[in-house]
């Protein structure tokens, strides 16, 4: 059989995008471009990251375990920070994880700005070889769908063996768009999709940003196969890219 070479090409978009407009790529607002965002956007920038995982522990202690504080936790695609900051003020070790070495060096200096210590930055790639162990909570937000579905689909499987006994995952996916409504959901998965970048003009040749819907059957079907016997999911809608943030436990 041959095996094809994965699709890397959205690798080196969001390395693009980490040096010429990180914020903008994480929360595509005019105000977060890097040729305009001031000091008060920046705030608001990590400020709902800080919001984010309140929402996020909030969650889990209402839906999965009701007594949950981690102690370590993942951040898969942490970017320039915009949770990791915040995730490192609840828990004792936080490792994040990102493909750009642009992102992880911007995420560096607002660890170091933000006085955060506890922080490690990590290269990242498709089977996860550079993490070093399981995790209390495995976090990722808005970040598998810039990935292609075979490469994201075997990430999802790693992030799930990341999950130390009794921890909790956290993982968002797109599973729609608005636009499938007469197939009721369902859309062509032949080839990655682009999203325009909302109403805002484009900069002259930017990367591409792929937005991937994900088949949420095989999702499932991989956390039951892991031994997860019970989740907790909400709906999100970005602009009509409509997905799921999934909630769930191991087993001890």
């Known amino acids: ?141 808005i970040v598998l769908q810039h990935i292609p579905i075979d490469r994201g689909r075997l990430i999802f499987r790693n992030l799930l063996n990341r999950v130390a006994p009794g921890g909790v995952g956290a993982i968002h996916v797109l599973y729609s768009k608005n636009n499938y409504a007469t197939t009721y959901g369902m859309g062509p998965r032949a080839t990655p999709s682009d999203t325009s970048l909302g109403s805002m003009p484009a900069q002259s040749e930017e990367p591409k940003m792929q937005m991937n819907p994900y088949s949420l059957n095989e999702l499932l079907w991989f956390m039951q196969v892991k031994g997860i016997k019970r989740f907790y999911a909400d709906f999100t809608d970005h602009g009509g890219e409509l997905g799921v943030f999934l909630f769930f436990q191991t087993a001890i």
Not at 115 to 137: G, H, K, Q, R, Y
């Open 1 to 141: 059989m041959i095996e094809h070479a994965p699709d890397l090409s959205s690798d080196a978009d969001w390395d693009e995008w980490g040096r010429r407009d990180p914020y903008f790529a994480v929360i595509t607002h005019s105000k977060f471009r890097l040729n305009e965002i001031t000091e008060q956007a920046k705030r608001e920038f990590f400020d709902s990251g800080r919001a984010h995982v309140e929402y996020v522990l909030q969650t889990i202690q209402r839906n999965i375990d009701p007594s949950f504080a981690p102690k370590s936790i993942l951040d898969f695609g942490c970017g320039v920070g915009r949770t990791l900051v915040p995730f490192a003020r609840v828990a004792r070790d936080v490792v994040g994880l990102d493909v750009s070495p642009a992102m992880l060096l911007e995420a560096k200096n607002n660890c170091r700005e933000q006085c955060v210590t506890n922080v490690t930055l990590i290269a990242s790639d498709d089977s996860l070889s550079t993490v070093p162990s399981e995790f209390n909570l495995v976090h990722s937000f």
